[in-house]
């Protein structure tokens, strides 16, 4: 666990110095204070729900994620500096755990800062929601953790940043299609990024652990498989 630890420390460090997050941190933000002002002077709730909802589960932290796992995957791969990873004292293991943890929590501060200016806004009555807002937003982060393997695994295959991060974006809205369009939402995994929305319909605890089930498993799935495609690797 030592090794676990430091490892994600040091990718921790590579992510906050990337400074790309904060300026779509702030673009984000301008986009969201945006819609909650136009919900506060029009009265349509619609609005405030595009701009925390689905703007932060679907698009804003997805992107997050995949930026995050591209940087410290893929470009790694690419430019060999991974090498300087596997030197240490760790495992190749904990190296693609912590890279994987590390984007994360990248996406989980993320969050963290934009569900406390909602509750700073609930504070002026700017139309910011209910207080169970910020149950929800948390709820919504764990199906965040799957799509991370996801990113990961595509990361750590295809090697090329680029190419990485236009497959998985790809595949990403592809899966998005595919569970609204051709009726196969119940096996995706992406189909409950917003599920807080079962909370709402009195989901009895068979249809929860089946749901639970559909998001965690490919998470573990894609986490086993990434981190056995890394351990083979020749770097």
Same mark, same amino acid.
């Given at each position: 666990?030592?090794?676990?630890?430091?490892?994600?420390?040091?990718?921790?460090?590579?992510?906050?110095?990337?400074?790309?997050?904060?300026? =779509?941190?702030?673009?984000?933000?301008?986009?969201?204070?945006?819609?909650?002002?136009?919900? /506060?002077?029009?009265?349509?709730?619609?609005?405030?729900?595009?701009?925390?909802?689905?703007?932060?589960?679907?698009?804003? =932290?997805? =992107?997050?994620?995949?930026?995050?796992?591209?940087?410290?995957?893929?470009?790694?791969?690419?430019?060999?500096?991974?090498?300087?990873?596997?030197?240490?004292?760790?495992?190749?293991?904990?190296?693609?755990?912590?890279?994987?943890?590390?984007?994360?929590?990248?996406?989980?501060?993320?969050?963290?800062?934009?569900?406390?200016?909602?509750?700073?806004?609930?504070?002026?009555?700017?139309?910011?929601?209910?207080?169970?807002?910020?149950?929800?937003?948390?709820?919504?982060?764990?199906?965040?953790?799957?799509?991370?393997?996801?990113?990961?695994?595509?990361?750590?295959?295809?090697?090329?940043?680029?190419? /990485?991060?236009?497959?998985?974006?790809?595949?990403?809205?592809?899966?998005?299609?595919?569970? /609204?369009?051709?009726?196969?939402?119940?096996?995706?995994?992406? /189909?409950?990024?917003?599920?807080?929305?079962?909370?709402?319909?009195?989901?009895?605890?068979?249809?929860?652990?089946?749901?639970?089930?559909?998001?965690?498993?490919?998470?573990?799935?894609?986490?086993?498989?990434?981190?056995?495609?890394?351990?083979?690797?020749?770097?």
């Amino acid at each position: 666990m030592t090794g676990l630890r430091n490892a994600l420390k040091g990718e921790m460090r590579k992510l906050a110095r990337r400074k790309k997050y904060n300026v =779509l941190f702030i673009l984000f933000m301008i986009a969201y204070l945006i819609g909650r002002a136009i919900a /506060s002077f029009t009265h349509v709730s619609g609005a405030s729900d595009v701009a925390m909802g689905n703007g932060l589960i679907v698009i804003y =932290l997805p =992107l997050i994620a995949f930026m995050a796992v591209n940087d410290l995957i893929a470009s790694e791969i690419r430019d060999r500096s991974i090498q300087q990873c596997l030197v240490k004292p760790v495992t190749r293991m904990e190296v693609y755990f912590a890279k994987c943890l590390a984007a994360f929590i990248k996406c989980v501060r993320h969050a963290f800062w934009l569900i406390l200016i909602d509750c700073v806004l609930m504070i002026f009555d700017m139309n910011a929601g209910s207080h169970l807002q910020v149950v929800y937003m948390l709820f919504d982060l764990i199906p965040l953790m799957t799509l991370v393997a996801f990113s990961a695994l595509i990361a750590v295959v295809v090697r090329n940043p680029a190419l /990485s991060m236009l497959l998985t974006l790809v595949v990403y809205a592809g899966l998005h299609v595919a569970g /609204s369009f051709l009726g196969v939402s119940p096996i995706l995994f992406t /189909s409950y990024l917003g599920w807080h929305g079962m909370l709402h319909g009195g989901l009895s605890l068979v249809g929860f652990i089946e749901r639970f089930l559909a998001v965690t498993a490919p998470g573990i799935m894609f986490t086993a498989l990434g981190a056995i495609v890394l351990e083979r690797k020749r770097f």
